[in-house]
């Protein structure tokens, strides 16, 4: 059964007012309305079930004789005038709930019960009308086999919510004559939860006994496990986030897109948080090579020069062979890749300047190839948590 969520609080009545009445939750407004009665007079039920007291007087049998024959035990029904302080007390218990009856319907469900004279009869045509007859009650019965044995929890449901729908769906099944024992309802509603709950169920069914438990104590048995597991989710993600701030901040100490445009007293104000004691070891780590690829950049400014492709050469004027002067020999007439003589000090200088510039940038590149294997190691990090 599908419930209103839509009615206001003050519809449900309280005890001095009837609920009031409700087309769409007819059998809900029904059990509250006969709580409202019995509460008013605890035999009120038994009058609308039974019908209404009506005082009589009992004329007790007379036996045969031989001149007349036999009167059996009759009832007389009473007049107004001769009723006892007790026949009024009963009477007015039935007066009591037609009254109570009407002020908790409307004026289109009361105009068509208002010639009814007694509760009984007034009870039983709003339960027609509403809740149908017994072919239709019948066929409501089986809809609600069918809801019970296709149930299944809802994408993205609670556990709150499908325990709300299944509850409800048992106590409608109950309404119509329909009753499960306690185990088939607790396995049933073990079995419509989410996959998630899978192991957990297996382990309910092999230690608890379930035909001792009540839905309502299995329910708080899962909710206290969910409970438990969320807290302890949330204990774990504020872990996480307490160590991952000084990470994040090393981390993003320098970018790779951002490195050329880095200066040293910016590099050295941001490696002030490294000396934290509390960073662990890959930490450290990360902050010694921060620290040594800062003193490589302000040594060396860390700004690459832009490579120039073949197209993008400057070009050179031509210069006349016969006016030139080499630069080994000095000599005029030829040019210095096809002189025969080489000053031997000029081609060590230039030997020992190449490999000076050689392994600069060997170390330079050694220093930003770490650079890089350690932060796609912490990336990996950080997506496996």
């Known amino acids: 059964m599908a419930l209103n969520t839509n009615t206001n609080y003050y519809d449900n009545g309280s005890?001095?007012?009837p609920p009031r009445f409700s087309r769409d939750n007819f059998s809900l407004w029904k059990n509250r309305m006969m709580l409202f009665l019995e509460g008013a007079d605890p035999t009120i039920p038994e009058y609308i079930e039974n019908g209404p007291y009506e005082p009589?007087?009992?004329?007790?049998a007379v036996p045969a004789t031989a001149t007349t024959e036999a009167v059996p035990e009759r009832y007389v029904v009473k007049e107004i005038r001769q009723w006892s302080d007790e026949d009024k007390k009963k009477v007015d218990i039935d007066a009591k709930a037609k009254t109570i009856i009407s002020m908790a319907l409307p004026d289109e469900v009361f105009h068509s019960i208002m010639h009814l004279k007694t509760s009984k009869e007034m009870w039983?045509?709003?339960c027609v009308q509403y809740e149908g007859t017994t072919e239709i009650q019948e066929t409501r019965k089986i809809n609600l086999v069918r809801q019970y044995e296709s149930f299944i929890a809802g994408k993205n449901e609670s556990l709150s919510d499908v325990h709300q729908r299944f509850n409800c769906l048992i106590i409608d099944l109950r309404t119509v004559g329909r009753t499960y024992s306690n185990s088939e309802v607790l396995t049933k509603?073990?079995?419509?939860?989410?996959?998630?709950?899978d192991s957990y169920s297996i382990c309910l069914k092999l230690i608890?006994?379930?035909?001792?438990?009540?839905?309502?104590?299995?329910y708080g048995i899962l909710l206290n496990y969910e409970q438990s597991n969320l807290l302890k989710k949330n204990l774990v993600k504020d872990s996480k986030d307490s160590k991952s701030t000084p990470v994040a901040l090393v981390s993003s100490e320098i970018?790779?897109?951002?490195?050329?445009?880095?200066?040293?007293?910016?590099?050295d104000s941001k490696s002030e948080?490294?000396?934290?004691?509390?960073?662990?070891?890959f930490d450290e780590s990360l902050a010694l090579l921060t620290n040594s690829f800062k003193r490589f950049a302000r040594k060396s400014n860390f700004r690459r020069s832009k490579h120039l492709s073949l197209t993008e050469k400057p070009k050179s004027t031509p210069v006349d062979k016969a006016t030139a002067t080499c630069y080994n020999c000095e000599k005029i007439g030829h040019f210095a890749t096809i002189s025969e003589k080489v000053k031997v000090s000029s081609l060590k200088n230039t030997t020992g300047l190449n490999q000076k510039n050689h392994l600069l940038?060997?170390?330079?590149?050694?220093?930003?190839?770490?650079?890089?294997?350690?932060?796609?190691?912490?990336?990996n990090h950080l997506n496996l948590l």
Request: charged residues 30%; glycine residues 0%; contains cysteine.
């Open 124 to 126: 039983e045509t709003i």
């Open 56 to 60: 009589v007087d009992i004329i007790v």
């Open 361 to 379: 940038m060997k170390k330079k590149s050694l220093i930003f190839a770490s650079w890089l294997r350690l932060k796609k190691k912490w990336k």
């Open 189 to 197: 509603f073990l079995e419509c939860l989410p996959e998630s709950w």
């Open 208 to 218: 608890k006994d379930l035909h001792t438990l009540s839905l309502s104590t299995l």
């Open 255 to 267: 970018i790779p897109s951002q490195r050329s445009t880095l200066t040293n007293t910016e590099l």
């Open 15 to 17: 005890l001095s007012k």
């Open 273 to 281: 948080d490294l000396s934290d004691p509390d960073l662990s070891e």
